[in-house]
């Protein structure tokens, strides 16, 4: 990406691999960058700690963290009793949507990220979904971030006043393998963020949901080890 | 209207004089309502007993009230520090957005509705919008909840898998003075509401923001006197 002047951007930071990524992209394209996280109920709250841990060591702006609770409404394995999936198969890319969706997850993310970037008037908001991978969440497709673009358009003061906002999703077509050598490239250290769904008390990786196997799957390919695993001796 | 199979519907209730008309529409049009308030850092908390108190009155099925705070973003009188401006024109329905704009908060608001309405498998949403009052707010506007409802369908396992999700804003073109023809054809008691942005301590409304005057201005044009004001012994 060019260099441009920089200006406000709003990402979305849970503390994961993607979008510990697309804070660097966006830092990388010049963006001065106010992270953004959320305390919702989720069980693997642990992202919380590694999005403030991830969020310092960039050097960002700003870091929000926005607190609500989700668990009022159920309906989801990441915020109820519900027992996240294991071990499952992940060739199907187009099987039914998995008890880990959160309804209206990201609609809910994207909507504090329009209230901050209004607050600070940034005109682009940063979120690391990923269509490839997506696992059948249908909140992270590029037709949805679209439409999401489109009514925060008409949403706000920007919009009314012919300031274009943005909704950036620049790992949307790119493979897990493809966003850690992204990643890599930009020197973001993989052993400060969190991808499990179900991490232990220490914040071990469980290893075997749906998002510890994406991940694995994806250094796998890159050649490299995942250094979280090497953080905690779980590199066979 | 006509009667429909009772089924579910998430409704958005600030306790106001719109949101509790709406309320009364969605049950006289035979949905089981689910009342949906928000305690977000707002100054005129009151709203919050006003929206319980009518929920209990209306009969609903369920009502949730959702925790956060936007005072963390500022940017808005009725969240900060910046004063609620009184008596001033109303009689210019074009001029700037006004400083009780909040940011994105109806974007806020339906995010958190979409989210329930997923759990509750409920299809219809309602809020209380209204364009000819509108004040000024670019989330009030008729093509942003259009362009919402486009958003949510691709948004959701609801629209993924083919069942329409519809937001309702059955008074966007209504006056103040029709919405309140239609709450009180209902039988709704517009004394238990509250719409100051600034009332007292006891829930007396200050009768010169916006909100007080567009709402003063509509009773007068129906011709009756408002109970709420009675209740205070406030009608001269």
Not at 41 to 55: K, N, S, Y
Not at 138 to 160: F, H, K, Q, W
């Amino acid at each position: 990406m060019s260099t441009r002047a920089s200006r406000p951007a709003v990402i979305l930071l849970s503390g994961g691999l993607d979008s510990t990524t697309v804070l660097a992209l966006a830092q990388e394209a010049g963006y001065d960058a106010y992270a953004m996280s959320f305390n919702y109920g989720q069980r693997h709250v642990l992202e919380l700690e590694r999005a403030r841990t991830v969020a310092q060591a960039a050097g960002v702006r700003g870091h929000t963290v926005v607190d609500f609770d989700l668990r009022a409404f159920g309906g989801s394995a990441l915020t109820s009793g519900i027992a996240v999936p294991k071990d499952r198969l992940l060739d199907k890319p187009e099987q039914d949507i998995p008890v880990t969706y959160v309804p209206a997850r990201n609609t809910i993310f994207l909507s504090f990220a329009l209230a901050w970037a209004e607050v600070l008037q940034a005109r682009d908001i940063f979120i690391g979904v990923n269509a490839l991978d997506y696992s059948g969440y249908p909140d992270c497709r590029p037709e949805y971030i679209r439409s999401y673009e489109l009514m925060a358009n008409l949403a706000t003061r920007a919009g009314v006043e012919g300031r274009h906002l943005a909704i950036h999703a620049p790992l949307i077509t790119l493979s897990k393998a493809e966003i850690i050598r992204e990643g890599l490239r930009l020197g973001v250290d993989y052993s400060l963020t969190s991808s499990c769904y179900d991490p232990g008390q220490d914040g071990r990786p469980c290893g075997h949901c749906d998002s510890c196997q994406l991940r694995a799957r994806g250094f796998e390919e890159v050649g490299v080890p995942d250094p979280l695993l090497q953080r905690y001796g779980m590199d066979s």
